[in-house]
């Protein structure tokens, strides 16, 4: 899933990396038991992941880009399990994950129907009980514009909620501010 390049000279910027750390990653996961092993679905160059590699006890991430998942293994080495694969079809076993977060790339998928089975493998690999949580941006028009010759499907956050649970989850919640949404859900015990 190819991205401009202005896409991904902000997404590499130390700005983002600032803006992951302080804002988004915080926001999103507030409220959230990460439990013991985290699976970090689609962290592109990996600003997620260096807030992750923190405070998970344990990370996996898979990103479905060679290069990236590459350069990913590079920085991080034995911190993080990087596997190169992609969140529709993980080669994953199952209930072997705490948690399963995503941040700013569920709008990546090319369709809906790749969304949703992206929801639909995180809880096949979550343990029961484990926690699924994201975030991803509004759409805008601004957002149309830094993805001209990118992958955009943006998700409706008022849709949201029917479709995790139409994967299986359960305490479901949506909220937003301006420019972000954010989603928790539970695999039932």
């Given at each position: 899933m190819p991205m401009n390049l202005a896409h991904r000279v902000l997404c590499r910027s130390s700005s983002w990396n600032r803006s992951a750390?302080?804002?988004?990653?915080?926001?999103?996961?507030?409220?959230v038991e990460l439990g013991d092993h985290v699976l970090e679905i689609g962290p592109g160059f990996g600003a997620t992941t260096r807030v992750l590699v923190d405070i998970a006890p344990r990370l996996t991430a898979v990103e479905i880009d060679l290069d990236s998942a590459a350069?990913?293994?590079?920085?991080?080495?034995?911190?993080?399990?990087?596997?190169?694969?992609?969140?529709?079809?993980?080669?994953l076993p199952d209930?072997?994950?705490?948690?399963?977060?995503?941040?700013?790339?569920?709008?990546?998928?090319?369709?809906?129907?790749?969304?949703?089975?992206?929801?639909?493998?995180?809880?096949?690999?979550?343990?029961?009980?484990?926690?699924?949580?994201?975030?991803?941006?509004?759409?805008?028009l601004r957002m149309r514009m830094l993805h001209i010759g990118d992958t955009y499907v943006p998700v409706d956050p008022a849709r949201l909620p029917d479709r995790l649970r139409r994967a299986g989850y359960e305490d479901v919640h949506v909220d937003s501010n301006a420019r972000r949404f954010r989603f928790r859900a539970r695999k039932p015990a």
């Open positions: 750390e302080r804002e988004f990653v915080p926001w999103t996961l507030e409220h350069r990913l293994q590079r920085i991080h080495g034995e911190a993080v399990e990087v596997v190169c694969g992609d969140a529709t079809a993980l080669d209930d072997s994950y705490s948690a399963a977060v995503c941040f700013t790339m569920l709008h990546h998928v090319p369709d809906a129907v790749l969304q949703d089975r992206l929801f639909s493998e995180a809880y096949r690999v979550l343990r029961p009980g484990g926690v699924f949580a994201g975030s991803d941006s509004r759409a805008s």
